[in-house]
């Protein structure tokens, strides 16, 4: 049990990074750095392992992230820095936060902040039509001081960033995602459309998924799945960024989730772990991981992979699936030995679904033996953009399923909704006759997790009870109804799953049993008798909401914002409002007297 909590706390890919860059320092005139890794790696691993308790000191969380820090300092010089500010005022060792808070916010910080920049110091990232348009965002990342060009497709740009990327203000709204090209490419390849039901398998940090959810266009289903529990909170993170409001979060094994939804999708997307020999490049450690044990076990992997998307894609869907690695064994002749297991699978030409010409094609000489027609897979070399990409678009015999019409849901989607409704009204709320009890912060973040896992997973007994003494789930929904009437009209109608003091705005997915971190959009809690919105509420539906504290991107106050600190009010009537940039939702605020009170969540501001 305690290597499976070390395993949920940190990523095996770092783990694995880290210990060989020790192998590689150890002897040599620079074996001073391999002294500084094993001290930084073993305060890690002794943090992991030294507790169960779901409360630490803030200060134990600040000691993880200089570690982490340590650690990637050592492997990437200065291009990692780092500065904390933190308030005199705040007592470390009193304050108490969940155990290993900090941690995924840091791992998306670093990857971002030491993101390395490709040919001439450009940058490929991918515009989300969610939150914006080409256009704007060229304007925006102009007037911040950076050089921008049209990407080969749309909602691609090419940029050479005037610092770090993630410290853009047009980041933080989650107008773009930095994203490689042959990344991008493999999520255009799915022609994932409005109604569809699509599952990114191996989903971390989130790019291609949120990929996937523009092109839904905030309809249909979209199922990220993280195997890697740190990831999986990333990937969480990172969509509640991008404005998402029709996501699952997964964080499950790919063989149950074939067991909970067979033939249920109408899209998969599989971007396989693999030895990454495509990544040589980027980092110098991913040469010395590399071994033939190493493609092996990733090719036995990758097929066990590929056997679950099959299960769970749906007769006439498609499924693509890539690598960034040049090892045949994962490439040309894992899809061949995919088409021998399955002959309900053909093999479709890459560009069926697209108008881009990118890459080469596959090579005959790698499929092992067997029959492939190369002339349909790609394969995308660095000279041309990608990081020793293979892709391969496969679909399954059958008549594709039917879309329903937008904005309405079918039959069976209608039947998961009322079940989840119907679950919720099967707790208990308050006894007696007795008021509410008011829960604080911390018992109403716990309540609200476990009220999206249970709205989609079923209860268990060990939370029954859970909500008894709290607001029952009438008095949270009427809560929830009064604030959408007054801040969300528009969603006042819309179906609400509720949990005690926790509602959610619920996809339609059936009860699984699988581990959802996320189900549709957690709009809030009722905190101290009174409703408080969450921030994916503005970030998912902020357009939405009919008081606003319209900012500009040249006005000061978008900094303020961002950091943390309260702004003045010059557009936002008293009562909760959206904090907008050039129309684009930023978060929520409460505005009194004036002032704009911050609800920017404190792990996601400037430091």
């Excluded at 266009?217 to 509640?240: D, P, W, Y």
């Excluded at 897979?377 to 594709?400: N, S």
Aim: proline share 6%; net charge neutral.
């Amino acid at each position: 049990s305690r290597m499976q909590q070390l395993r949920s706390q940190i990523d095996p890919h770092f783990l694995f990074n880290t210990l060989n860059v020790i192998q590689q320092t150890a002897g040599t005139e620079t074996a001073y750095r391999t002294q500084a890794l094993i001290m930084a790696l073993s305060h890690l691993l002794r943090y992991s392992l030294m507790s169960n308790d779901e409360q630490v000191p803030l200060s134990r969380e600040v000691r993880i992230v200089d570690e982490y820090y340590s650690i990637y300092h050592v492997r990437f010089g200065e291009r990692v820095r780092m500065e904390w500010r933190i308030s005199d005022l705040l007592d470390l060792t009193e304050t108490m936060v969940p155990s290993f808070i900090l941690q995924p916010v840091v791992e998306n910080a670093f990857k971002h902040g030491i993101c390395p920049k490709e040919e001439g110091g450009v940058v490929r990232i991918r515009v989300n039509p969610l939150r914006t348009t080409d256009e704007a965002l060229t304007q925006t990342l102009q007037q911040e001081g950076h050089t921008v060009t049209a990407g080969p497709w749309p909602h691609c740009l090419l940029v050479m960033f005037n610092g770090n990327p993630a410290a853009s203000k047009a980041f933080h709204a989650g107008q773009f995602h930095v994203q490689g090209l042959a990344s991008q490419f493999a999520a255009l390849c799915c022609d994932a459309r409005p109604g569809m039901r699509v599952l990114d398998l191996c989903a971390a940090p989130g790019g291609k998924s949120s990929q996937l959810a523009a092109a839904l266009g905030g309809q249909g289903l979209l199922v990220s799945n993280e195997f890697v529990a740190a990831r999986a909170e990333v990937l969480r993170s990172n969509l509640e960024r991008m404005g998402v409001p029709n996501a699952v979060v997964l964080n499950e094994d790919t063989g149950r989730i074939a067991a909970a939804l067979p033939e249920f999708f109408d899209r998969v997307l599989v971007d396989a772990p693999c030895s990454g020999e495509g990544m040589f490049r980027k980092e110098a450690v991913a040469v010395t991981q590399h071994c033939e044990a190493l493609v092996k076990q990733c090719a036995a992997l990758g097929a066990q992979i590929l056997d679950n998307a099959a299960a769970c894609l749906a007769p006439g869907g498609e499924m693509i699936f890539s690598t960034c690695t040049f090892a045949p064994e994962e490439d040309e002749g894992q899809v061949a030995a995919f088409l021998q297991r399955h002959p309900e699978f053909t093999l479709a030409d890459v560009f069926g679904n697209v108008d881009y010409s990118f890459g080469s094609p596959g090579e005959a000489n790698r499929t092992g033996g067997l029959p492939l027609d190369v002339s349909k897979v790609r394969r995308i070399w660095p000279c041309q953009g990608g990081e020793g990409h293979f892709i391969a678009r496969l679909v399954k015999a059958g008549t594709p399923r039917a879309l329903p019409a937008p904005g309405t849901y079918t039959a069976e989607e209608e039947l998961w909704l009322a079940a989840a409704a119907e679950q919720s009204k099967k707790q208990k709320g308050s006894k007696g006759g007795k008021p509410a009890k008011a829960p604080d912060a911390r018992s109403a973040r716990r309540e609200s997790s476990r009220a999206l896992r249970e709205a989609v997973q079923g209860r268990s007994a060990r939370s029954r009870d859970a909500g008894a003494g709290e607001a029952t789930p009438a008095q949270s929904l009427a809560a929830w109804q009064e604030f959408a009437r007054q801040y969300f009209p528009a969603l006042a109608d819309r179906p609400a799953v509720v949990h005690g003091g926790s509602v959610l705005l619920p996809v339609p997915f059936p009860q699984t049993g699988l581990h959802v971190l996320r189900a549709g959009v957690f709009v809030g809690s009722v905190q101290k008798g009174r409703f408080v919105p969450e921030h994916h509420l503005f970030t998912a539906f902020g357009a939405l909401c009919t008081n606003r504290e319209a900012l500009t991107l040249a006005d000061l106050r978008v900094t303020e914002y961002l950091s943390g600190r309260e702004i003045a009010a010059d557009t936002a009537a008293d009562g909760w409002c959206c904090v907008t940039v050039d129309g684009c939702p930023m978060g929520g605020g409460k505005v009194s007297g004036g002032r704009v009170k911050n609800h920017y969540p404190k792990a996601l501001r400037l430091l």
